[in-house]
């Protein structure tokens, strides 16, 4: 790999979620001007051959251009919305998960889809996206097959609470923003620590509640004021909510044109990813979402 980053990689299947994957990542290619990289890869399961034999080539062969064919196919669907885009594509033979790990360390992110048939299939919700979410060197976008491409509002939702990796999102947030000409709003939610209060015992009061509300709103202001400079274009707007992360998230971000949220946050975000919480998010998110790790660094 060359010390170039490859822009935005696209794990691709053939599957209809990875098909709006590719057709997701044109929209950014052309707001961002990236380029685009098609990746797909091929295993040759257990069952086409006995134990201790090695396969035919003309196995390798038929799922390698199975392969390519699902690469094609990500092409024509990425043509029909960015004409002008750079397209790269790769195969590899052997894990999908490590192939996409390994180009995470030079994309700017990664897109996958959530539904797929194979390769890529059934990245969501199991082992396989917690993996790359868990452990990609760049921002993972999810992309489900019941979403709609065409927001109807033009803003970019992030989870704001304060910690770092929720001022790494914020920044990742603000530069989306930036590049789509939409309006930023930063969503603050910390229900669970009503949760934690009424098990200790006590009882927050309406006016605990707007006094957390304020602090919160300032926490939030605070983090935002660190890139109104460098982004003068983008206009935020603050949102506090008391109720879940995630619910407030899908709530505030239907319409929109993505949600990004980090891995690692603190109050309402805790533990967002490889949780109860993060796949309910990954679930329950009514536009394409971004994930950003901590050891993520933003360029």
């Excluded at 998230?249 to 980090?262: H, P, S, Y």
């Amino acid at each position: 790999m060359s010390d170039v980053p490859v822009g935005i990689v696209v794990g691709v299947d053939g599957s209809p979620s990875s098909r709006l994957a590719a057709q997701w990542a044109a929209q950014e290619a052309k707001a961002r001007d990236l380029p685009v990289l098609l990746a797909a890869a091929y295993i040759v399961p257990q069952f086409l051959y006995a134990e201790g034999m090695v396969p035919s080539r003309a196995i390798f062969e038929e799922l390698e251009e199975q392969a390519q064919g699902f690469i094609d196919e990500a092409a024509a669907a990425i043509r029909e919305v960015n004409t002008e885009v750079e397209l790269m594509q790769q195969l590899h033979e052997g894990s999908p998960i490590s192939m996409l790990l390994e180009l995470s360390k030079e994309a700017d992110m990664v897109v996958i889809g959530s539904r797929g048939l194979g390769g890529v299939a059934g990245a969501l919700l199991g082992s396989v996206s917690a993996s790359l979410v868990g452990h990609a060197h760049c921002p993972v976008v999810v992309v489900r097959d019941d979403m709609d491409l065409a927001p109807e509002r033009n803003c970019i939702v992030v989870g704001a609470d304060g910690s770092p990796v929720s001022e790494l999102a914020v920044q990742i947030a603000y530069q989306e923003a930036d590049a789509h000409g939409a309006e930023l709003v930063a969503v603050n939610a910390w229900l669970d620590r009503a949760v934690a209060s009424s098990l200790a015992g006590l009882n927050l009061s309406n006016l605990d509640w707007e006094q957390a509300k304020a602090e919160q709103t300032q926490v939030v202001q605070e983090e935002l004021e660190k890139y109104d400079d460098g982004y003068e274009s983008v206009t935020p707007q603050i949102v506090i909510r008391r109720e879940s992360p995630e619910m407030a998230l899908a709530e505030v971000g239907k319409g929109a044109r993505m949600i990004v949220v980090g891995s690692h946050g603190r109050g309402g975000f805790t533990g967002m990813l490889l949780g109860s919480t993060s796949r309910a998010l990954l679930r329950l998110s009514p536009v394409p979402l971004m994930v950003v790790r901590e050891r993520y660094v933003a360029n």
